[in-house]
């Protein structure tokens, strides 16, 4: 296992120095997903919530989180996010309706954009709840993870690699 780069000589947290990082194009790709019912799906899907279009405000809300990470996860950098795509896939389960939120994040920069694309498939999935624990506070929200990322030093990571 390599040295954990996080901590300082006395072992307290620091901020990793990427000023000798090599700029490289980076894109990350995180997946979540929220399971609801049928109510609140045939509200989202045929736009009659009470609050209004629950995915378009979803999605500005993944995007502001993409752009605001470094806010909330202490040791991240302030990077320049070059594009953000939020793509949205529901699979029947059962009684129940499971919405894929997959998030895609790019830059060109010394750091990686993994943990933009997780924060923003998080809050995507916690909006889609804030907009409709009205009708049920049951629903779930499932795993997130990165399925895949690419450029910088240590190389490219596809999860179907490993699962």
């Not at 500005?60 to 605001?68: C, D, F, R, S, W």
């Amino acid at each position: 296992m390599s040295e954990f780069t996080h901590f300082n000589h006395q072992g307290r947290a620091k901020m990793v120095d990427i000023t000798t990082k090599e700029e490289s194009s980076r894109c990350a790709i995180a997946q979540s997903s929220i399971t609801v019912n049928q109510a609140i799906y045939e509200g989202i899907t045929s736009n009659q919530m009470k609050k209004g279009d629950v995915l378009a405000v979803a999605q500005v809300a993944g995007i502001m989180a993409a752009k605001q990470t470094s806010n909330m996860i202490p040791m991240c950098h302030p990077i320049p996010i070059s594009g953000v795509d939020i793509q949205f896939e529901w699979i029947e389960k059962n009684s129940s309706f499971q919405l894929q939120i997959q998030v895609t994040v790019k830059t060109k920069g010394s750091t990686g954009v993994e943990m933009e694309a997780l924060t923003a498939a998080s809050v995507c999935a916690l909006t889609i709840y804030d907009m409709c624990k009205a009708l049920d506070k049951g629903m779930v929200i499932g795993q997130t993870y990165l399925t895949h990322k690419s450029g910088g030093k240590t190389g490219d990571f596809d999860r179907s690699s490993i699962d």
